[in-house]
């Protein structure tokens, strides 16, 4: 029995959980689908891209650490160094949209509102607490952007 493991639960998080493998019981080669039979016990077709076709390990955090760098920004700001399951260390940093707006000689639209890009590890959440950053990590975990959302660290 062919199987192959959820690395992106999309929008699907409820019939699918990544890292969970799911025995393969169609294929749609034009439609790039997958039947399999998901965690609400519903035999249904999805995305490709919500598997490794191979059936591998999908990459997962293994640990987390969150660093305040300056503590006058506690509470606006923090790193966070992330431990992958394939060794890799990564980070990224979370920011408030409050904190963006006061970053001093960032570049401003002809309306004055800011504009910025260029900082694929930036993760922008509402307030900066202990629990919504490590939610965060889950969420980008669970749709398969470790990669692109964090930093090698060097």
Not at 24 to 43: C, E, F, M, P, Y
Not at 59 to 85: N, T, Y
Not at 130 to 143: D, G, K, N, S, W
């Amino acid at each position: 029995m062919e199987l192959v493991t959820c690395i992106n639960e999309a929008t699907y998080s409820g019939s699918l959980r990544h890292g969970k493998r799911y025995a393969v019981l169609g294929r749609d080669l034009a439609k790039a689908q997958i039947q399999v039979k998901g965690d609400t016990g519903r035999t249904r077709w999805f995305p490709e891209f919500c598997f490794d076709l191979l059936g591998g390990d999908a990459l997962r955090v293994v640990g987390v650490r969150l660093e305040v760098e300056d503590p006058a920004r506690a509470g606006v700001a923090v790193e966070a160094v992330l431990e992958l399951s394939d060794g890799q260390r990564r980070w990224c940093f979370f920011v408030t949209p409050q904190m963006l707006a006061a970053l001093p000689g960032e570049q401003l639209g002809s309306d004055g509102r800011l504009i910025m890009h260029g900082a694929p590890h930036m993760v922008v959440v509402s307030q900066i607490t202990e629990a919504l950053v490590r939610e965060a990590i889950q969420r980008i975990e669970r749709q398969n952007d470790l990669l692109r959302s964090t930093a090698p660290v060097e």
